[in-house]
């Protein structure tokens, strides 16, 4: 007696394109690349988590330098050591270091603008191929 049982809609869909489904090279490699690009996402959202806080501390420094008096001298950090400067200067100094974290915020936005968006498409060609038999959510 044969042992019949019902199969799934997904057991059907597997049977029905085991042949379309057969892992090329080139789809190993578009998983192999979003793979990369993902870990490269975790390592870039980390820096502008890290970079968006430096550019939230030196917004706050700029304002408690607004209060500051002007004949006052005011430890600045280079480096390791403090530095005590002209408000005037340390202002300037802070400006730059604004500049510089806005350009950084920027560069690391747009990478993972761009990265994001070739992520995208590899995810549309690959569920294109295999459908709900691969998992790339993040």
């Keep these: ?5 019902m ?15 057969e892992v090329r090279r080139e789809d190993q490699e578009k998983i ?25 501390d030196l917004e706050e420094i700029s304002t408690e330098l607004e209060l500051a008096d002007e004949d006052e001298l005011i430890p600045y950090k280079i480096g390791d050591s403090f530095v005590h400067l002209p408000l005037e200067e340390a202002q300037t ?7 510089q974290i ?4 920027a560069k690391l936005e747009e990478t993972l603008s761009d990265l994001r968006d070739e992520m995208q498409q590899l995810k549309v060609a690959l569920y294109a191929r295999f459908g709900r038999s691969i998992n790339l959510e993040t």
């Design 1 to 5: 007696m044969m042992n019949h049982r």
């Design 7 to 21: 199969l799934s809609k997904e057991d059907e869909a597997a049977i029905g394109n085991s042949e379309d489904t």
């Design 32 to 56: 192999n690349r979003f793979s990369r690009l993902h870990q490269r996402e975790t390592v870039l959202e980390e820096k502008l988590k890290g970079k968006q806080k430096d550019k939230e």
């Design 93 to 99: 100094l802070l400006a730059s270091s604004t500049e």
């Design 102 to 105: 806005d350009s950084e915020v």
